[in-house]
């Protein structure tokens, strides 16, 4: 097995070459799936960012459909930044911000509209909304939904005010085309950091879900440090006043260590799903990846179905992605330690827990989870390639730990606890064949190899 097998993501949307971030401009349309991302062509998290665009039929296989949005106008000349995709009349209509940066350095912001009829080439039709006052420039990453019933647009865009609080600001339209401000979404006398990115206004049943990538500063052993996490709250969206008031201040996504700017869309199906970009972090964090030596780095998350019940939103890996299941091994384990020799890095491996247990798990040398029944604390290590040593995180599972479900893909893990009540993302680089696990209760482990195809070559 050659190197670049074992850390290039098989059946995740990743850049054959160069940098990836955010999801952008997801839709389905005329049945086939469009997701874009922003893409530079070097391998560096900043720059004039384009929008890359691949389809995929079953959101498994993907193609690449190479770039969409290129950083070419007055108005978007340092990076077509973030954004959203909607079908309407037969069209795609992309919202994205247009990064300008001044001679002295000063930036512009114009959150701007672009089509297409055939969903390959992309027409692009300027500003639709300059910089209101009260903002800073931080100001970006539209995201536009249909109001069904009052039949208008909505538009939030993630926003600095000029105080330098993190808020959303709201916009409606008619037309797509000619927008309203209508004011702050968030009340200004909740913590929102300094800035809220890429914003995400989701309607589960009757239920309104607001998602924010919020920036914030921490003290980290003495040290300040911006701590950046996406973040979810149900709350009151009152159209009339513009406002969105949350229950409760923002619960993490996802709780990896790679994990940010999540974006959601709702398919033909109805399905409310979304990917993430599975990256982030400082820059010395990202660009001592070990894919960097490869000339790519970041990949999204697997796409994923949001699911609102008891007051909770759950997620759940896409049903699709049991047709990349391979051969299944069984194996019950009861009060005894066991070790699996693997051939490859992509699979999904399904634990299925008795009530009372304590269990041990070494996933492939770089990634080791522990629960104990008694304080229902699941603890997560994972392997940080750039101190050597284990990151870790201890998780309070809700009643108790029934089901974990770990999808690997080469250097990417996600793990779903119980019926998706929390999901932890994270890039890992594994380092030898051997699961491991040691279980004092009853432990029913169920494990699917995945096929070899790989969607990124
Ligand atoms: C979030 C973000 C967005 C911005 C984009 C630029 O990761 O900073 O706010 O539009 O990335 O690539």
Redesign the pocket.
Known sequence: MDKENRIKPKHHVAPKTGFL??PNGLVQFKGTYHAFY?WLEEVTPQGA?CWRHCVSKDLVHWEDKGIALKPDMWYDKN?C??GNGIVFNEKIYLFY?GNVRKENGDRETYQCLATSEDGITFQKHGPVIYLPEGYTAHF??PKVWKDEEEDIWWMIV?AQTSEKKGNVALFWSEDLYNWNYKGNLLPETMNWGYMC??PDMIRLGEEYILIV?RQEKKIENGIEKDSCHAVWMSGEFSKEKGTFTPYKEGIRVDEGFDF??PQSFVDENKRTLYMS?MG?GEYDYQMSQLSVNDGWLHSFTYPREFIYKNNWLYQKPIKELQSLRNDKIEKHIENEEISLEVRDYYKEIEFILDDENEFNCTILGALKLHYNSNDKILNIKRLNWLTGEFDEKYLNVNESLKMLRVFIDNSSVEIFINEGEKVISSRVYFQDNDIRINSNGKLKLNLWNYKGENINE
């Open positions: 971030n955010d922003q960012k990076g930044y973030s911000t970006r990453d993630g990115e890429c990538s940010y700017a970009w982030g």
